[in-house]
């Protein structure tokens, strides 16, 4: 496995890193699907973010009926923050740790047993079959023995640098247990929806924040290009400070001038960060270039929040849809095709389906942003979630479809 896949987040990866800096593991002689972390776990996370967006939209036009843990809305919401989005997590971070740590991956029957209780939320979610208090212990178990491996790997390697990711992940296992705990009593679950809102804007901050200039430089460098963008600088740590400051009020005071400032200043922060890698000199190389778009996405999300709050522009729920369905699908299927491509030996090139992935996520992102008001749907409202939904889900079923057999098959360069 290289880690120039997914790289270390606290230095740049040199093109020319010598091939014996990366980490070695025995061979593994089980089923290739079970050998990392990012194949059980991509694919699953595809298959099932592609179907539960349809679902949603099918329930919410009144075409199909469901008999769920929570309301639709309340089960569209956790499914997306707390299924489909962990999954992803995990496939990264299953992939990256022994990278970061060269400590051996979790592989075979534990990696088995760590995606099965992933799934066995899902459908407890769905259908409570065991009731509702014990598919919520099931489901909120996922995120926090994948928080305890994070940590367990941390301290194990003494990787003390990589705790800012494991704070994350564990806030975000927190964010579930409050959103069970919220629904199950009946009471709002607007607080953990904007803590996992705000871990996940942290999480593409930092790592996204890293993998967008890192790759973009060693492109630039593979091709005798000047002014590589610096990886990490005083700008890019001022930016991370403001976001983090401004989520932060954002989950205190959702509501008040204060939050929507510095909210606002965050997204401006983040616009200018982006314009300092040089994205657009990546043209040539899609895969390269859709992790400046997914950054891109987080800054637009963040400026849209801040000004929503302050009365101007999107509505705060159309703004949202910036970093789940725009930021958060974007930057999730740039990892994932570039991962899947390099770590099973395959060239890291985006060919035309690929692209057409990356399209089709796009413009599912911008109908569902531009739809009119959910609250009071109109003809009009119906079309665009339709479009919208068949759009982003298309995106993920054709990734499914594509990179579905190389995430079941041998890597080419075993």
């Keep these: 496995m290289s880690s120039k896949e997914i790289p270390v987040v606290h230095q740049p990866i040199s093109a020319a890193q010598p091939a014996d800096d990366e980490p070695t593991f025995p061979r593994y002689e089980g089923p290739a699907f079970l050998s990392y972390g990012f194949r059980p776990f991509f694919l699953g996370a595809a298959l099932f973010g592609a179907l539960s967006i349809l679902i949603w939209v099918a329930l919410f036009a009144g ?39 060269d400590r051996m991956p979790l592989r075979g029957a534990p990696l088995l047993a760590l995606f099965l209780l ?19 212990v099931i489901d909120g178990a996922f995120l926090v023995v994948l928080a305890s491996y994070v940590w367990r790997e941390i301290i194990a390697a003494r990787s003390w640098d990589r ?16 959103f069970h705990l919220s629904a199950l009593q009946g009471r709002p679950t607007d607080f953990p929806e904007r803590l996992a809102l705000s871990v996940m804007t942290m999480l593409l901050t930092i790592i996204g924040g890293r993998l967008a200039p ?4 060693e492109f630039m460098a593979e091709r005798n290009m000047t002014g590589l963008p610096e990886v990490f600088s005083r700008i890019d740590g001022v930016a991370i400070v403001l976001v983090l400051v401004g989520v932060m009020s954002w989950i205190v005071e959702p509501e008040s001038r204060g939050a929507g400032v510095m909210v606002l200043v965050a997204g401006v922060a983040s616009v200018v960060r982006l314009i300092r890698w040089r994205g657009w000199l990546t043209w040539s190389e899609p895969l390269v270039l859709i992790l400046h778009v997914g950054y891109g996405w987080v800054g637009l999300f963040l400026v849209a929040l801040g000004a929503s709050i302050l009365g101007v522009g999107f509505s705060p729920e159309n703004a949202v849809h910036l970093l789940t369905a725009g930021a958060m699908g974007t930057m999730t299927l740039a990892v994932m095709t570039r991962a899947s491509l390099g770590h099973t030996g395959r060239p890291r090139h985006a060919d035309r389906i690929t692209v057409a992935i990356y399209l089709l996520i796009n413009i599912g992102a911008f109908l569902r942003i531009l739809a009119p008001d959910a609250d009071i ?38």
């Design 63 to 101: 075409k199909a009926q469901a008999t769920l843990l929570y309301s639709p809305r309340e089960w569209h919401v956790h499914e997306m923050l707390f299924g489909y989005l962990p999954a992803l997590i995990a496939g990264f971070l299953l992939t990256a740790m022994p990278n970061w740590t």
């Design 214 to 217: 890192t790759f973009t430089r």
């Design 377 to 414: 749907p109109t003809a009009l409202t119906y079309t665009m979630l339709g479009l919208s939904a068949m759009s982003w889900s298309g995106a993920y079923l054709l990734f499914a479809l594509v990179y579905g057999p190389f995430l079941v098959r041998p890597s080419l360069d075993e």
């Design 118 to 136: 992933w799934l066995s939320g899902r459908l407890l979610v769905a259908s409570p079959w065991f009731g509702p208090s014990a598919a919520a």
């Design 163 to 178: 705790a800012p990711i494991g704070v994350l992940v564990s806030f975000f296992a927190g964010a579930n247990i409050l």
